[in-house]
């Protein structure tokens, strides 16, 4: 097997290949135009999410048995060609679904308690008490969009709180002791808080949006720790600004460049994004929610577990 690495990561991807006897490639600058020229030498790619893998790239992978990608999902790949073309497709989403967990847990505490804020403001030398004070937990309920890997993740820190916890999902059967499954309408009559962890499919592109968001009976707070794409920006500050939402925790934003690594290249901002960058009670994270010290190593982990059970 010759495998070839397009991006870094976790050097045991590599250890753990030449243990196995493939031959590691590396290749971390090269332009798209250029890996598709000598790609069809190699029986396997590593890839996170520096280009899209589409149909013209694979058409010259001609010799491609799989794919890697060191992530929870798959949605820089056109997975329906790989799939025609046989190409085995492999992610981990078992890889950061605890960092995913801790990370909306922790931006939920945040905002609830507006430590942003008021670290800032400390900082800046206002002591503002009460314009601090916060709310609790305590008696409310959380609703998971997605319960997958890290919908069942998030589900299970919030086992240590009095809160009640639903999900909802495309695939019946998947409630657990950690949250309760339950139809659109009942999640929509009961979510205090509002958690999405879905894929980025034709399904979820645009999701949550006015109409949406107008079908909650309460307003609700807004975790997105999944993909920005779900999310129409400028619904969001529509709400925002009505209270319907009452803020928002957003580790992925819609304007990310297909390789989820800057938005900042274009010289001008959307101006919903603007807003948002004003807003007290909107908290960021650069896409990081999945992005720990341990994530990265079981990231590697599971990739080379799967394709070791397929091919070796």
Known sequence: MKVLHLDTNHPLLIEQFEQLGFQNDEDYTSKKGDIEKIVNAYDGLIIRSRFTIDSSFLDKASNLKFIGRVGAGLENIDEDYAKKKGIFLVAAPEGNRNAVGEH???????????????????????????????????????????????????????????????????????????????????????????????????????????????AFQKPFWLLNTARGKCVNTEDLVGNLKSGKILGAGLDVLEYEKASFEDMFDDKQLPSPFEYLTQAENVLFTPHVAGWTVESKEKLAQTIVNKIKERFC
Request: glycine share 14%.
């Open 104 to 214: 909306a847990l922790g931006m939920l505490l945040s905002l609830f308690n507006k430590l942003n804020k008021a670290d800032q403001e400390v900082r800046h030398g206002k002591w503002d008490r009460e314009g601090n004070r916060g709310i609790e937990l305590d008696g409310k309920t959380v609703g998971i969009i997605g319960y997958g890997n890290t919908g069942k993740a998030f589900a299970k820190k919030l086992r240590g709180f009095d809160v009640e916890t639903i999900c909802y999902d495309i695939l019946g059967g998947v409630g657990d002791v950690n949250a309760r499954q339950v139809g659109i309408l009942e999640l929509q009559q009961k979510t205090d808080v509002l958690s999405l962890h879905v894929p980025q499919t034709n399904e979820t592109m645009g999701m949550i949006n006015t109409d949406y968001i107008n």
